[in-house]
């Protein structure tokens, strides 16, 4: 376990984190003329599962070697430029997602080395805070009231200070 403690604190130094910032920017500069569609969009589009897309990459095939296999109404140039960058984009896809989960496993990992041996473990959040926390007793009737004020409803339960 030291060695991975060693990784964590000189993962990424502040410089190295700026750099990220600044490629990031980038990138949404980039994308930003691409759409972006709302979660109900995405969910009433045609999802290519494997066996779909198998079937989208041998029709491809197919008019590529046979172009005039649909009818003509149908615009196989399109069909074939589409399909070419459907396909260049979903190696993007794939290549960014795996950066992105390492970067989520570092804060993940930084997280959880920060909490398990830094912080005191009597001052870890264990339950939701109650009156009856030894620790928020001093304070818990002005959170009570501070939470009322704001228009929120209190649990009745909880506040039997």
Same mark, same amino acid.
């Given at each position: 376990?030291?060695?991975?403690?060693?990784?964590? =604190? *000189?993962?990424?130094?502040?410089?190295?984190?700026?750099? #990220?910032?600044? #490629?990031?920017?980038?990138?949404?500069?980039?994308?930003?003329? #691409?759409?972006? +569609?709302?979660?109900?969009?995405?969910? /009433?589009?045609?999802?290519?599962?494997?066996?779909?897309?198998? &079937?989208?990459?041998?029709?491809?095939?197919?008019?590529? =070697? $046979?172009?005039?296999?649909?009818?003509? *109404? #149908?615009?196989?140039?399109? &069909?074939?430029?589409?399909?070419? @960058?459907?396909? /260049? @984009? +979903?190696?993007?896809?794939?290549?960014?997602?795996?950066?992105?989960?390492? +970067?989520?496993?570092?804060?993940?990992?930084? $997280?959880?080395?920060?909490?398990?041996?830094?912080?005191?473990?009597?001052?870890?959040?264990?339950?939701?805070? =109650?009156?009856?926390?030894? /620790?928020?007793?001093?304070?818990?009737?002005?959170?009570?009231?501070? &939470? @009322?004020?704001?228009?929120?409803?209190? $649990?009745? $339960?909880?506040?039997?200070?």
């Amino acid at each position: 376990m030291e060695k991975s403690k060693m990784v964590l =604190t *000189s993962a990424l130094t502040p410089a190295q984190i700026d750099e #990220l910032r600044d #490629l990031l920017m980038q990138l949404q500069t980039l994308l930003d003329p #691409l759409p972006s +569609l709302t979660p109900k969009q995405r969910q /009433r589009l045609t999802k290519q599962g494997s066996k779909s897309q198998g &079937f989208v990459t041998y029709t491809a095939t197919l008019l590529q =070697t $046979n172009p005039t296999w649909l009818p003509n *109404s #149908l615009d196989t140039s399109r &069909f074939l430029a589409d399909y070419a @960058i459907s396909d /260049r @984009i +979903l190696e993007q896809c794939n290549q960014l997602r795996q950066l992105s989960d390492r +970067l989520s496993d570092l804060y993940l990992l930084l $997280n959880d080395s920060t909490m398990n041996e830094y912080c005191p473990r009597n001052l870890q959040p264990t339950q939701s805070p =109650t009156a009856q926390s030894p /620790r928020l007793k001093p304070t818990y009737p002005e959170l009570s009231q501070r &939470f @009322i004020g704001q228009g929120r409803t209190a $649990n009745p $339960n909880s506040l039997s200070a």
